[in-house]
Protein backbone atom coordinates (compact mmCIF):
# COMPACT_ATOMS: atom_id res chain seq x y z
CA UNK A 1 0.00 0.00 0.00
CA UNK A 2 1.81 3.24 -1.09
CA UNK A 3 0.82 6.53 0.45
CA UNK A 4 2.12 10.29 -0.41
CA UNK A 5 1.62 10.87 3.44
CA UNK A 6 3.97 8.34 4.49
CA UNK A 7 1.82 6.41 6.80
CA UNK A 8 2.93 4.38 9.60
CA UNK A 9 2.57 1.56 6.46
CA UNK A 10 4.97 2.94 4.40
CA UNK A 11 7.92 4.74 5.77
CA UNK A 12 8.81 8.06 7.57
CA UNK A 13 6.81 10.99 8.03
CA UNK A 14 7.88 14.52 9.30
CA UNK A 15 4.50 15.79 10.46
CA UNK A 16 2.88 14.69 13.48
CA UNK A 17 1.30 11.27 13.38
CA UNK A 18 -1.89 11.80 14.49
CA UNK A 19 -2.23 14.66 12.05
CA UNK A 20 -0.63 12.72 8.74
CA UNK A 21 -2.83 9.40 9.50
CA UNK A 22 -5.85 10.42 9.81
CA UNK A 23 -5.10 13.32 6.82
CA UNK A 24 -4.50 10.08 4.83
CA UNK A 25 -7.44 7.71 6.17
CA UNK A 26 -9.86 10.55 5.09
CA UNK A 27 -8.36 11.04 1.76
CA UNK A 28 -8.80 7.69 1.04
CA UNK A 29 -12.58 8.01 1.91
CA UNK A 30 -15.04 5.47 3.25
CA UNK A 31 -14.14 2.25 0.77
CA UNK A 32 -10.81 2.11 2.81
CA UNK A 33 -12.62 2.56 6.38
CA UNK A 34 -14.58 -0.59 5.08
CA UNK A 35 -12.51 -2.64 3.55
CA UNK A 36 -10.39 -2.17 7.14
CA UNK A 37 -13.69 -3.04 9.04
CA UNK A 38 -14.38 -6.51 6.76
CA UNK A 39 -10.73 -7.51 7.73
CA UNK A 40 -11.61 -6.68 11.45
CA UNK A 41 -14.53 -8.27 11.30
CA UNK A 42 -13.47 -11.56 9.26
CA UNK A 43 -10.42 -11.85 11.65
CA UNK A 44 -12.19 -11.75 15.04
CA UNK A 45 -14.80 -14.07 13.88
CA UNK A 46 -12.49 -16.66 12.94
CA UNK A 47 -10.35 -16.47 16.25
CA UNK A 48 -13.79 -16.59 18.19
CA UNK A 49 -14.56 -19.59 15.99
CA UNK A 50 -11.63 -20.98 17.36
CA UNK A 51 -12.97 -20.41 20.72
CA UNK A 52 -16.13 -22.18 20.30
CA UNK A 53 -14.15 -25.17 18.56
CA UNK A 54 -12.27 -25.13 22.16
CA UNK A 55 -15.18 -24.51 24.22
CA UNK A 56 -16.80 -27.67 22.44
CA UNK A 57 -13.88 -30.13 22.79
CA UNK A 58 -13.18 -28.61 26.31
CA UNK A 59 -17.51 -29.62 27.28
CA UNK A 60 -16.85 -33.03 26.51
CA UNK A 61 -14.67 -33.08 29.74
CA UNK A 62 -16.96 -30.98 31.34
CA UNK A 63 -18.82 -33.13 34.20
CA UNK A 64 -22.68 -32.05 35.68
CA UNK A 65 -22.74 -29.16 37.76
CA UNK A 66 -25.90 -29.09 38.82
CA UNK A 67 -26.74 -25.15 39.65
CA UNK A 68 -24.71 -24.54 36.09
CA UNK A 69 -25.00 -27.54 33.52
CA UNK A 70 -28.61 -29.07 34.69
CA UNK A 71 -28.68 -32.69 34.28
CA UNK A 72 -26.14 -33.32 31.26
CA UNK A 73 -23.39 -30.64 29.67
CA UNK A 74 -24.06 -29.25 26.31
CA UNK A 75 -21.29 -27.00 24.55
CA UNK A 76 -23.89 -24.22 25.17
CA UNK A 77 -23.74 -24.79 29.05
CA UNK A 78 -19.97 -23.81 28.79
CA UNK A 79 -21.27 -20.12 28.75
CA UNK A 80 -22.94 -19.52 31.69
CA UNK A 81 -19.92 -20.51 34.21
CA UNK A 82 -19.10 -18.79 37.09
CA UNK A 83 -20.22 -15.03 36.54
CA UNK A 84 -22.52 -16.14 33.63
CA UNK A 85 -24.70 -17.91 36.12
CA UNK A 86 -24.67 -14.47 38.09
CA UNK A 87 -25.99 -12.92 35.06
CA UNK A 88 -28.62 -15.04 34.43
CA UNK A 89 -30.05 -15.08 37.87
CA UNK A 90 -30.55 -11.26 37.52
CA UNK A 91 -32.04 -11.73 33.76
CA UNK A 92 -34.42 -13.84 35.32
CA UNK A 93 -35.15 -13.11 39.03
CA UNK A 94 -33.25 -9.46 39.35
CA UNK A 95 -31.96 -7.84 42.46
CA UNK A 96 -32.27 -8.83 46.02
CA UNK A 97 -33.95 -6.42 48.30
CA UNK A 98 -33.53 -6.04 51.14
CA UNK A 99 -29.71 -7.62 51.38
CA UNK A 100 -28.52 -10.88 52.17
CA UNK A 101 -26.73 -11.26 55.54
CA UNK A 102 -25.09 -14.15 57.04
CA UNK A 103 -26.71 -14.66 60.34
CA UNK A 104 -23.56 -15.30 62.18
CA UNK A 105 -21.21 -12.57 61.16
CA UNK A 106 -24.04 -9.78 60.51
CA UNK A 107 -22.07 -8.99 57.55
CA UNK A 108 -23.22 -8.76 53.25
CA UNK A 109 -23.46 -12.31 51.78
CA UNK A 110 -22.47 -12.52 47.77
CA UNK A 111 -25.14 -11.35 45.75
CA UNK A 112 -26.24 -10.18 42.55
CA UNK A 113 -25.86 -6.57 43.52
CA UNK A 114 -21.71 -7.17 42.52
CA UNK A 115 -22.61 -7.35 38.80
CA UNK A 116 -23.73 -4.24 36.74
CA UNK A 117 -27.80 -4.74 34.98
CA UNK A 118 -26.87 -3.44 31.16
CA UNK A 119 -26.03 -6.58 29.73
CA UNK A 120 -28.65 -8.59 31.79
CA UNK A 121 -31.06 -6.42 31.69
CA UNK A 122 -30.77 -6.58 26.93
CA UNK A 123 -30.81 -10.26 27.70
CA UNK A 124 -33.64 -10.27 29.00
CA UNK A 125 -35.38 -8.31 26.58
CA UNK A 126 -33.92 -10.57 23.84
CA UNK A 127 -35.23 -13.42 25.63
CA UNK A 128 -38.77 -12.07 25.69
CA UNK A 129 -38.66 -11.24 22.15
CA UNK A 130 -37.41 -14.06 20.54
CA UNK A 131 -38.34 -16.75 23.31
CA UNK A 132 -34.30 -18.34 23.30
CA UNK A 133 -33.21 -19.38 26.34
CA UNK A 134 -30.77 -17.37 28.71
CA UNK A 135 -27.22 -19.89 27.25
CA UNK A 136 -27.92 -18.77 23.75
CA UNK A 137 -29.20 -15.29 23.81
CA UNK A 138 -26.21 -14.47 26.44
CA UNK A 139 -23.38 -15.88 24.19
CA UNK A 140 -24.97 -14.20 21.05
CA UNK A 141 -24.60 -10.52 22.64
CA UNK A 142 -21.36 -11.10 23.82
CA UNK A 143 -20.37 -12.12 20.38
CA UNK A 144 -21.90 -9.06 18.56
CA UNK A 145 -20.50 -6.70 21.07
CA UNK A 146 -16.75 -8.02 20.98
CA UNK A 147 -17.34 -8.06 17.28
CA UNK A 148 -18.64 -4.31 17.23
CA UNK A 149 -16.18 -3.48 19.73
CA UNK A 150 -13.15 -5.08 17.34
CA UNK A 151 -14.38 -2.91 14.89
CA UNK A 152 -14.58 0.30 16.62
CA UNK A 153 -11.25 -0.71 18.32
CA UNK A 154 -9.67 -0.88 14.63
CA UNK A 155 -11.45 2.80 13.50
CA UNK A 156 -9.89 4.16 16.50
CA UNK A 157 -6.73 2.96 16.76
CA UNK A 158 -5.97 2.94 12.87
CA UNK A 159 -6.77 7.19 13.00
CA UNK A 160 -3.69 6.97 15.03
CA UNK A 161 -1.54 4.27 14.04
CA UNK A 162 -2.33 3.00 10.55
CA UNK A 163 -4.54 0.32 9.26
CA UNK A 164 -1.75 -2.73 9.40
CA UNK A 165 -0.86 -1.54 13.17
CA UNK A 166 -4.31 -1.50 14.04
CA UNK A 167 -5.85 -5.08 11.77
CA UNK A 168 -2.66 -6.68 14.18
CA UNK A 169 -3.81 -4.90 17.17
CA UNK A 170 -7.23 -6.27 17.52
CA UNK A 171 -5.72 -9.86 15.88
CA UNK A 172 -3.65 -9.90 19.10
CA UNK A 173 -6.61 -8.77 21.22
CA UNK A 174 -9.21 -11.45 20.11
CA UNK A 175 -6.60 -14.04 20.81
CA UNK A 176 -5.57 -12.86 24.18
CA UNK A 177 -6.18 -16.11 26.57
CA UNK A 178 -9.20 -14.68 28.30
CA UNK A 179 -10.45 -13.43 25.39
CA UNK A 180 -13.02 -16.46 24.88
CA UNK A 181 -14.72 -14.46 27.55
CA UNK A 182 -16.05 -12.26 24.92
CA UNK A 183 -18.37 -14.89 23.72
CA UNK A 184 -19.59 -16.07 27.04
CA UNK A 185 -22.53 -14.87 29.11
CA UNK A 186 -20.26 -12.08 30.55
CA UNK A 187 -19.63 -7.83 30.29
CA UNK A 188 -16.15 -7.93 28.91
CA UNK A 189 -17.35 -7.49 25.10
CA UNK A 190 -20.75 -5.42 26.19
CA UNK A 191 -17.88 -3.12 28.34
CA UNK A 192 -15.25 -3.10 25.52
CA UNK A 193 -17.67 -1.58 22.78
CA UNK A 194 -18.80 0.85 24.94
CA UNK A 195 -15.50 1.92 26.07
CA UNK A 196 -13.84 1.88 22.24
CA UNK A 197 -17.00 3.70 21.67
CA UNK A 198 -15.83 6.17 24.43
CA UNK A 199 -12.25 7.01 23.86
CA UNK A 200 -13.33 7.62 20.21
CA UNK A 201 -15.64 10.01 21.26
CA UNK A 202 -12.94 11.80 23.09
CA UNK A 203 -10.18 11.90 20.67
CA UNK A 204 -12.62 13.09 18.36
CA UNK A 205 -14.06 15.97 21.14
CA UNK A 206 -17.52 14.90 20.57
CA UNK A 207 -18.21 15.77 24.15
CA UNK A 208 -22.31 15.09 23.67
CA UNK A 209 -21.34 11.63 22.87
CA UNK A 210 -18.65 10.93 25.68
CA UNK A 211 -21.27 12.19 28.61
CA UNK A 212 -23.83 9.76 27.28
CA UNK A 213 -21.36 6.71 26.84
CA UNK A 214 -19.67 7.35 30.42
CA UNK A 215 -23.64 7.02 31.86
CA UNK A 216 -23.79 4.07 30.08
CA UNK A 217 -20.30 2.50 30.77
CA UNK A 218 -21.43 2.98 34.49
CA UNK A 219 -24.45 0.45 33.99
CA UNK A 220 -22.18 -1.97 32.32
CA UNK A 221 -18.92 -2.61 34.34
CA UNK A 222 -16.76 -1.44 36.98
CA UNK A 223 -14.37 0.46 34.95
CA UNK A 224 -16.11 4.34 35.26
CA UNK A 225 -13.52 5.20 37.70
CA UNK A 226 -10.72 5.90 35.49
CA UNK A 227 -12.45 7.16 32.37
CA UNK A 228 -12.96 10.26 34.99
CA UNK A 229 -9.44 11.29 34.63
CA UNK A 230 -9.02 10.27 31.30
CA UNK A 231 -12.05 12.56 30.63
CA UNK A 232 -10.30 15.35 32.87
CA UNK A 233 -6.87 15.01 31.43
CA UNK A 234 -8.73 15.93 27.99
CA UNK A 235 -10.26 18.85 29.08
CA UNK A 236 -7.25 20.35 30.84
CA UNK A 237 -5.50 19.71 27.46
CA UNK A 238 -8.57 21.34 25.42
CA UNK A 239 -8.41 24.11 27.84
CA UNK A 240 -4.59 24.50 27.30
CA UNK A 241 -4.40 24.66 23.54
CA UNK A 242 -7.66 26.93 23.46
CA UNK A 243 -6.37 29.65 21.69
CA UNK A 244 -4.14 27.50 19.51
CA UNK A 245 -6.87 25.51 18.61
CA UNK A 246 -9.73 28.05 18.33
CA UNK A 247 -11.74 26.39 21.04
CA UNK A 248 -15.16 28.20 21.21
CA UNK A 249 -16.40 28.83 24.91
CA UNK A 250 -19.19 26.77 23.86
CA UNK A 251 -17.26 23.91 23.60
CA UNK A 252 -15.24 24.56 27.11
CA UNK A 253 -19.11 24.15 28.50
CA UNK A 254 -19.65 21.29 26.79
CA UNK A 255 -16.17 19.34 27.94
CA UNK A 256 -16.87 20.37 31.21
CA UNK A 257 -20.54 19.14 31.20
CA UNK A 258 -19.01 15.50 30.04
CA UNK A 259 -16.27 15.67 33.22
CA UNK A 260 -19.44 16.13 35.29
CA UNK A 261 -21.25 13.24 33.39
CA UNK A 262 -18.40 10.89 33.64
CA UNK A 263 -18.10 11.41 37.09
CA UNK A 264 -21.18 10.33 37.86
CA UNK A 265 -21.28 7.45 35.51
CA UNK A 266 -18.56 6.46 37.84
CA UNK A 267 -21.18 6.14 41.09
CA UNK A 268 -24.47 5.61 39.42
CA UNK A 269 -24.64 1.77 39.76
CA UNK A 270 -23.65 2.21 43.66
CA UNK A 271 -26.19 4.95 43.95
CA UNK A 272 -28.71 3.13 42.47
CA UNK A 273 -27.54 0.00 44.76
CA UNK A 274 -28.51 2.69 47.75
CA UNK A 275 -31.79 3.74 46.54
CA UNK A 276 -32.78 0.68 45.68
CA UNK A 277 -31.94 -1.13 49.05
CA UNK A 278 -31.70 1.34 51.38
CA UNK A 279 -28.45 0.50 52.86
CA UNK A 280 -25.67 3.58 51.34
CA UNK A 281 -23.03 0.65 51.19
CA UNK A 282 -24.94 -2.11 49.21
CA UNK A 283 -22.42 -1.82 46.91
CA UNK A 284 -19.05 -1.82 48.66
CA UNK A 285 -20.40 -4.38 51.15
CA UNK A 286 -21.59 -6.64 48.27
CA UNK A 287 -18.04 -6.46 46.94
CA UNK A 288 -16.28 -7.11 50.27
CA UNK A 289 -18.03 -10.01 50.35
CA UNK A 290 -15.80 -11.67 47.33
CA UNK A 291 -12.41 -9.85 49.17
CA UNK A 292 -9.97 -12.04 51.12
CA UNK A 293 -10.94 -10.71 55.22
CA UNK A 294 -14.69 -9.42 54.11
CA UNK A 295 -13.13 -6.01 52.91
CA UNK A 296 -12.23 -4.09 50.36
CA UNK A 297 -8.15 -3.36 51.08
CA UNK A 298 -6.19 -1.17 48.57
CA UNK A 299 -2.76 -2.58 47.03
CA UNK A 300 -2.20 -5.45 50.02
CA UNK A 301 -3.66 -8.10 48.01
CA UNK A 302 -1.00 -7.74 45.38
CA UNK A 303 1.36 -7.84 47.51
CA UNK A 304 -0.25 -11.09 49.10
CA UNK A 305 -1.14 -12.73 45.62
CA UNK A 306 2.89 -11.88 44.58
CA UNK A 307 3.90 -13.27 47.31
CA UNK A 308 1.89 -16.50 46.43
CA UNK A 309 3.07 -16.67 43.08
CA UNK A 310 6.50 -17.08 43.73
CA UNK A 311 5.52 -19.55 46.63
CA UNK A 312 7.86 -22.86 45.57
CA UNK A 313 10.85 -20.23 45.43
CA UNK A 314 13.26 -20.06 48.04
CA UNK A 315 13.46 -16.18 49.28
CA UNK A 316 9.70 -16.00 47.40
CA UNK A 317 9.08 -13.22 49.91
CA UNK A 318 11.71 -11.16 48.27
CA UNK A 319 10.35 -12.69 44.90
CA UNK A 320 6.92 -11.82 44.66
CA UNK A 321 7.40 -7.71 45.48
CA UNK A 322 10.21 -7.76 42.79
CA UNK A 323 7.83 -9.38 40.54
CA UNK A 324 5.07 -6.99 41.28
CA UNK A 325 7.78 -4.05 40.92
CA UNK A 326 8.60 -5.38 37.64
CA UNK A 327 4.46 -5.39 36.32
CA UNK A 328 4.44 -1.78 37.70
CA UNK A 329 7.31 -0.56 35.86
CA UNK A 330 6.91 -2.64 32.66
CA UNK A 331 3.40 -1.00 32.16
CA UNK A 332 4.70 2.51 32.93
CA UNK A 333 7.55 2.18 30.93
CA UNK A 334 5.24 0.86 27.92
CA UNK A 335 3.15 3.52 28.00
CA UNK A 336 5.24 6.64 28.73
CA UNK A 337 8.30 6.03 26.28
CA UNK A 338 8.68 7.17 23.24
CA UNK A 339 7.20 3.93 21.60
CA UNK A 340 3.88 4.99 22.55
CA UNK A 341 3.95 8.47 20.96
CA UNK A 342 1.51 7.96 18.43
CA UNK A 343 -1.27 6.29 20.90
CA UNK A 344 -2.11 9.83 22.21
CA UNK A 345 -2.88 11.41 25.52
CA UNK A 346 -6.03 9.53 26.11
CA UNK A 347 -4.87 6.47 25.30
CA UNK A 348 -1.64 6.16 27.53
CA UNK A 349 -3.54 8.53 30.30
CA UNK A 350 -5.93 4.81 30.13
CA UNK A 351 -3.09 2.83 30.45
CA UNK A 352 -2.08 4.43 33.43
CA UNK A 353 -5.69 5.35 35.04
CA UNK A 354 -7.24 1.43 34.56
CA UNK A 355 -3.73 -0.82 36.33
CA UNK A 356 -3.73 1.88 38.99
CA UNK A 357 -7.66 1.86 39.73
CA UNK A 358 -7.45 -1.76 39.47
CA UNK A 359 -4.90 -2.13 42.26
CA UNK A 360 -7.23 0.02 44.68
CA UNK A 361 -10.06 -2.33 44.12
CA UNK A 362 -9.10 -5.35 43.08
CA UNK A 363 -8.05 -8.85 44.79
CA UNK A 364 -5.93 -10.22 41.86
CA UNK A 365 -6.83 -13.33 40.90
CA UNK A 366 -7.87 -15.11 37.99
CA UNK A 367 -10.53 -12.65 36.89
CA UNK A 368 -6.99 -10.71 36.46
CA UNK A 369 -6.63 -12.16 32.74
CA UNK A 370 -10.40 -10.67 31.88
CA UNK A 371 -9.45 -7.20 33.31
CA UNK A 372 -6.38 -6.70 31.24
CA UNK A 373 -8.69 -6.41 27.94
CA UNK A 374 -9.35 -3.33 28.24
CA UNK A 375 -5.35 -2.66 28.25
CA UNK A 376 -5.79 -2.98 24.40
CA UNK A 377 -3.84 0.39 23.20
CA UNK A 378 -0.56 -1.37 24.65
CA UNK A 379 -0.59 -4.04 22.22
CA UNK A 380 0.10 -1.03 19.65
CA UNK A 381 3.43 -0.73 21.57
CA UNK A 382 4.08 -4.25 21.84
CA UNK A 383 3.80 -4.76 17.95
CA UNK A 384 6.32 -1.56 17.72
CA UNK A 385 3.28 0.87 15.79
CA UNK A 386 3.57 3.40 18.24
CA UNK A 387 6.52 4.91 17.48
CA UNK A 388 6.39 8.72 16.12
CA UNK A 389 8.86 8.45 13.09
CA UNK A 390 9.67 4.36 12.96
CA UNK A 391 7.35 1.74 10.89
CA UNK A 392 6.66 -1.57 12.66
CA UNK A 393 8.83 -4.05 11.89
CA UNK A 394 8.31 -7.65 11.37
CA UNK A 395 4.42 -6.55 11.79
CA UNK A 396 3.24 -10.30 10.57
CA UNK A 397 5.80 -11.96 12.68
CA UNK A 398 5.24 -10.66 15.48
CA UNK A 399 0.95 -10.77 14.97
CA UNK A 400 1.53 -14.20 14.35
CA UNK A 401 3.44 -15.23 17.02
CA UNK A 402 1.57 -13.74 19.86
CA UNK A 403 -2.00 -14.85 18.08
CA UNK A 404 -0.48 -18.47 18.46
CA UNK A 405 0.95 -18.01 21.58
CA UNK A 406 -2.73 -16.55 22.81
CA UNK A 407 -4.83 -19.26 21.49
CA UNK A 408 -2.44 -21.88 23.35
CA UNK A 409 -3.26 -19.61 26.28
CA UNK A 410 -6.17 -19.80 25.56
CA UNK A 411 -6.48 -23.17 25.35
CA UNK A 412 -4.89 -23.63 29.28
CA UNK A 413 -7.42 -20.94 30.30
CA UNK A 414 -10.64 -22.76 29.28
CA UNK A 415 -9.23 -26.17 30.72
CA UNK A 416 -7.96 -24.71 33.94
CA UNK A 417 -10.89 -22.43 34.54
CA UNK A 418 -14.33 -23.50 32.97
CA UNK A 419 -13.11 -27.43 33.13
CA UNK A 420 -14.65 -29.03 36.54
CA UNK A 421 -15.07 -32.26 38.27
CA UNK A 422 -16.23 -32.71 41.69
CA UNK A 423 -16.28 -32.80 44.37
CA UNK A 424 -12.81 -31.55 44.45
CA UNK A 425 -13.57 -28.02 42.24
CA UNK A 426 -14.98 -25.08 43.03
CA UNK A 427 -17.93 -25.15 43.10
CA UNK A 428 -19.28 -28.50 44.94
Known amino acids: MTSPAGSPDTGRDTRPAATSVGTDRRRRGPAFARSLTVKVALTYLVLRAVSALLLVLASRDQDVMLDWTGPTVEPIDMTVLWDGSWYRNVALQGYPDPLPVDQTTGRVTQNAWAFYPLFPLLARMLMAATGLGFPVVASTLALVAGLGASILMARLLAEKVGDRVALGAVAVWAAFPASVSLQLAYTESLAMLVLCALLWALVRRSWGMVAGLSLLLGLTRPIAVPVVLVVAVSVLLLWRRRRQQNVTRGELLAALAALGTSAVGAVLWPL ?3 QVTGSRSAYTDTMAAWRAGGEITPLKPWLGM ?3 AFRDFDGAAVYGPVGLAALVTTIVVLTCGPWATRLGPELRVWCLAYPAYLAFVLDPFTSI ?15 GGGWLDRVARHLAVRVGFLVVAGTVGQAAWIWKLLVYHPPSDYPP
Open 272 to 274: IAW
Open 369 to 383: FRYALPLFPLLVVVL
Open 306 to 308: SQW
